[in-house]
């Protein structure tokens, strides 16, 4: 099993990347959120890589973290999705997006993605709810340097955050907007959950 990939990036196509490693032409297929952030070819990345076995092809799917290809994996757990498919739903929307997406229940979001559905979109949600959590997408995954929470636009303590998004929800705003909203707030660990409202409807005041 081909657990990353390291070397010089040679090619990029629609989605498609070719890193040579050990002088070998590795062909990867990547979201558009990876040809994005890619550098330019002559230089070295690092691709985090998931190895698909077909009847009569065998092909990388590549991301640039070990979460997003994780991301990955969960919808091809999904019944009706394959590769292509969750690559075609990641080119969409950036993990992140879809990890919001899943949270707060937004089958129109993932839908936008080619060939896939609102039934569709709604299957993810239910499949993969419980594996993505509110306090989860809002806790220290997101934080930037180790040992320093509080960063800003991170959450560090998920519970409150979580109760700050219940509150939002409870005065009328929808999940989608409660979420985006906490997590634009410069988190200490001494916020409570009410200082995180108030933080972040002072945000939602100026949209």
Do not use: C, H, W
Not at 132 to 137: I, L, N
């Amino acid at each position: 099993m081909i657990s990353y990939v390291r070397g010089t990036l040679t090619e990029k196509e629609k989605d498609r990347i070719v890193v040579e490693a050990g002088q070998v032409g590795i062909g990867i297929f990547v979201p558009l959120s990876v040809l994005e952030a890619l550098p330019g070819l002559g230089e070295e990345v690092k691709i985090y890589t998931s190895l698909q076995v077909r009847e009569d092809d065998l092909s990388l799917y590549g991301f640039l973290s070990r979460p997003d290809l994780e991301m990955f994996k969960r919808l091809l757990g999904v019944n009706g999705i394959g590769p292509r498919g969750a690559l075609a739903i990641l080119s969409t929307l950036r993990p992140d997006d879809l990890r919001l997406a899943i949270v707060t229940g937004d089958a129109k979001a993932i839908a936008r993605a080619p060939g896939v559905g609102v039934k569709t979109a709604q299957r993810i949600i239910l499949d993969l709810k419980d594996s993505v959590s509110a306090e989860d997408f809002l806790s220290v995954a997101g934080a930037g340097k180790e040992g320093s929470p509080g960063a800003p636009g991170t959450v560090s303590s998920g519970t409150a955050a979580a109760e700050a998004v219940e509150a939002l929800v409870a005065l009328g705003y929808t999940n989608l907007e409660a979420v985006k909203a906490v997590k634009k707030v410069p988190v200490t660990e001494e916020m409570d959950a009410e200082a995180i409202l108030r933080a972040a409807l002072s945000s939602l005041s100026f949209l």
